[in-house]
């Protein structure tokens, strides 16, 4: 009898035996593992793979890394270092599922909580803590610097990264410390490859320096000053390290006692670590104010952001936002580069005057300063606003010391200058003859005025005050003082224009020039100008000085010579300094700060 033919499937019913035989014959594995697509991580950040399901089935994962492979449902696992990783979810030697992982350092901004206040930051060990750590070594040192480094919080773990062997530290990623709005102290932090071996590294250094590291079971520590001082804690988070350290408490002061001093709650280390694991995004690295200053400011190896709060009665004498500056450390120079943002222009967006001081004077100075700033923004700034109550305080502490203090502010025309000169041949006299390195030269320092008898009347009952032996002279428009301090003749002399401050050495024997046109060539087209707070200091000038000398006078030349190679040869063991500069203006939105330290050519 013919068969009869078999009526199909419906295609539901078949489709679910399909489904049945296909998971029976290979245990539920052809299910395959969801990592998701390619995608970028940072390094030390975990990253979920698998399933937490109840019922998952435990698959085998290879991360790709040289870490061992773990069996689960579901993983998370965090990358040490940059890299590209292939991450496989296995059954025995079958392969179900792959990703390609793109992995970068973690940024060591995104590792400061968002609300930190001011941070001093390295945003990559390599490249940038090399030449810092030299620069500093050639300035002070290398015993000295190694000395200050080694009591920095986790610079010795740092320091030893430097060397050729493996280290726990990832120089890939950054360093710095931090402030933050509620806690008294500083945090430190560094990137590392490994946080269990750096936080072991780390206790050790501490231990070596005598302080007592009481470990715990989560991994983190609490550290017990050599000096009494409050606990710090020691702990890491997603591939950094932190040290959370506390302000010492103040020394008892006369009639205090320890014991009430310790009722003063010590700062909450743990409110630092709590604030540190909670955070989420992009952390400080995204504050829109950090974002806005770092567009005007050149690159550098190390940065520094800071805008902490202003209370609301002090917004209207200090409209700063905040400020942002680099520092550039090439072989034997260092440049800053700033900053300062305000919400209303600087100094009320007028330029003080130049001064006059810098225009005339004795060619040569080692050292040099300017302050030009309008006279009622000069107020402010000592003060406070009119009428505010920290003006009506600084005036009544120095009525209560016999002083009117605004109508001498207001005297002034807002131009203060200062020139230090060398005097190599007395210092040489003095060296040679009394055999003690006495320093010998000449400040000036002048303030233009725009009123005499406010400053006049505050000189001579300064003067008297302190009862200094002085004689006065009065000629014309012309008042000048003279005494005596620390064994160096002192003359002051006003006139309707201005107040003029003479100390040491005369200065006859040295031409005169405009010192601000050749400060302003060397420094800057505008530096020691109008409307700017400068400042120089010229080692160099010093050297040059010395070298100079040609004859003393009751010195031989032998001995003269002599004392100038000992002299010459000191000064380039004690320090490599050649010059360093300083200037702020204000500018469009704020104020702009520019400095510079060059060392000797080695």
């Known amino acids: 009898m013919a068969s009869r033919p078999r009526a199909p499937l419906p295609p539901l019913p078949l489709l679910l035996l399909l489904a049945v035989v296909g998971l029976g014959g290979t245990g539920c594995r052809n299910l395959k593992p969801d990592l998701g697509p390619e995608r970028t991580l940072e390094a030390g950040v975990p990253e979920a793979f698998g399933s937490s399901a109840p019922k998952a089935p435990a698959v085998t994962w290879d991360f790709g890394d040289g870490t061992p492979p773990q069996t689960a449902p579901g993983v998370r696992h965090a990358f040490s270092t940059a890299g590209r990783y292939t991450v496989r979810a296995l059954d025995k030697d079958q392969e179900l599922a792959r990703v390609v992982l793109t992995v970068v350092p ?23 803590v090399e030449g810092l750590v030299d620069f500093y070594e050639r300035l002070v040192g290398r015993g000295n610097a190694r000395r200050t480094l080694a009591d920095t919080p986790l610079l010795p773990l740092l320091l030893r990264s430097l060397g050729s062997g493996p280290s726990e ?57 050599v000096d009494g001082g409050n606990a710090m804690l020691l702990f890491a988070d997603r591939g950094y390290v932190y040290l959370a350290v506390p302000d010492s408490p103040d020394a008892p002061e006369p009639g205090e006692t320890v014991k009430a001093l310790a009722v003063v709650e010590s700062p909450d280390v743990e409110q630092v670590r709590r604030k540190v694991e909670a955070l989420s995004g992009p952390g400080l690295s995204e504050n829109a104010l950090l974002e806005e200053l770092r567009g005007k400011v050149r690159d550098g190896s190390v940065f520094l952001f800071s805008a902490p709060p202003v209370p609301e009665a002090e917004k209207e004498d200090m409209p700063v936002r905040g400020f942002f500056g680099a520092l550039a450390v090439q072989a034997d120079q260092a440049e800053l580069d700033g900053f300062l943002s305000s919400s209303r222009p600087l100094l009320g967006g007028a330029r003080g005057p ?14 040099a300063a300017q302050l030009s700033v309008p006279p009622e923004e000069l107020a402010r700034l000592v003060f406070g606003s009119p ?72 000189i001579q009952k300064q003067l008297q005050d302190n009862g200094l032996v002085f004689q006065r002279e009065a000629q014309g428009n012309t008042t000048r003082f003279r005494t005596r301090l620390l064994e160096q003749p002192v003359s002051l002399t006003l006139t309707p224009e201005r107040a003029t401050l003479e ?47 040609r004859s ?16 010459t040869a000191f000064l380039e063991r004690f320090t490599p300094f050649e010059y360093g500069f300083l200037d702020f203006a204000p500018a469009e939105g704020g104020g702009r700060l520019q400095g510079r330290v060059v060392l000797r050519e080695r």
């Open 503 to 549: 100390a040491g050495e005369v200065l006859t024997r040295r031409e005169t020039g405009d010192v601000g046109a050749t400060l302003r060539t060397r420094f800057g087209a505008e530096a020691f100008g109008p409307g700017h707070l400068s400042l120089m200091v010229d080692m160099g000038r010093l050297r040059a000085d010395l070298a100079s000398v």
């Open 354 to 367: 130049a001064s006059q001081l810098l225009g005339r004077a004795a060619v040569g100075p080692m050292a």
């Open 169 to 225: 530290v990832d120089p890939e990623e950054g360093f710095g410390f931090f402030i933050l709005p509620d806690f008294d102290g500083v945090v430190a932090l560094l990137g590392v490859t490994d946080s269990r071996a750096a936080l072991a590294a780390v206790a050790r250094e501490l231990r070596d320096a005598g302080h007592q590291v009481l470990p715990r079971e989560d991994g983190s520590a609490r550290v017990e000053p």
């Open 387 to 458: 009428e505010s109550p920290r003006r009506q305080r600084t005036l009544e502490r120095w009525r209560s010391q016999g002083l009117d203090a605004e109508p001498l502010l207001k005297a002034l025309r807002g131009d203060v200058a200062m020139l230090v000169y060398f005097d190599a041949a007395a210092f040489f006299q003095s060296f040679i003859r009394d055999r003690r390195p006495a320093p010998k030269g000449t400040v000036v320092m002048e303030a233009g005025l725009a009123s005499e008898q406010p400053v006049l009347q505050l």
């Open 106 to 128: 973690r940024p060591v901004l995104r590792a400061v909580p968002s609300d930190a206040q001011t941070v001093l930051y390295v945003p990559r060990l390599r490249g940038n």
């Open 552 to 567: 003393v006078p009751g010195v031989g030349s032998t001995e003269l010579l002599a004392s100038q190679v000992f002299v």
